[in-house]
């Protein structure tokens, strides 16, 4: 009995130490688009298969990147070019507006649609000056 409690806690040690960069890949609190399309799974509208894909995506990406090494614009550009192959074209620009909203909000700029930009003003009319009135 012991033995095989020794057994399950090396292999939960072993599983955590394995899992754990694993999930990261994919979670919102890693980098890259494909971990921020997999936080935004939900609002995109993602089928099971679509996260299989980019989940599988997040790990090649991180079992190939340079430590250290920023990707290069044609990295990035093939990056973008695989999850376009995976989303619909709907998703797509979903996804594209998505971005846009949150680098947005990244600058500290508030985000604006068309449903949060406030309307104009009219102009006010100034006041008489005493030379009008006469």
Do not use: C, Y
């Amino acid at each position: 009995m012991p033995v095989r409690i020794a057994h399950i806690a090396l292999l939960s040690v072993l599983f955590a130490v394995v899992a754990t960069p694993l999930a990261r890949a994919g979670e919102g609190k890693g980098h890259g688009p494909v971990a921020m399309i997999l936080k935004h799974a939900a609002e995109l509208g993602l089928t099971d298969d679509q996260k299989t894909k980019l989940t599988d995506l997040a790990k090649d990406l991180q079992a190939n990147a340079k430590p250290g090494e920023k990707p290069t614009k044609e990295e990035k550009e093939a990056v973008m070019e695989k999850i376009k192959a995976i989303l619909t074209p709907e998703q797509f620009d979903k996804l594209k507006a998505l971005q846009k909203a949150l680098k947005g909000k990244e600058k500290g700029k508030p985000e604006t649609t068309p449903s949060t930009t406030p309307a104009t003003t009219p102009a006010t009319t100034p006041a008489p000056t005493p030379e009008a009135t006469k």
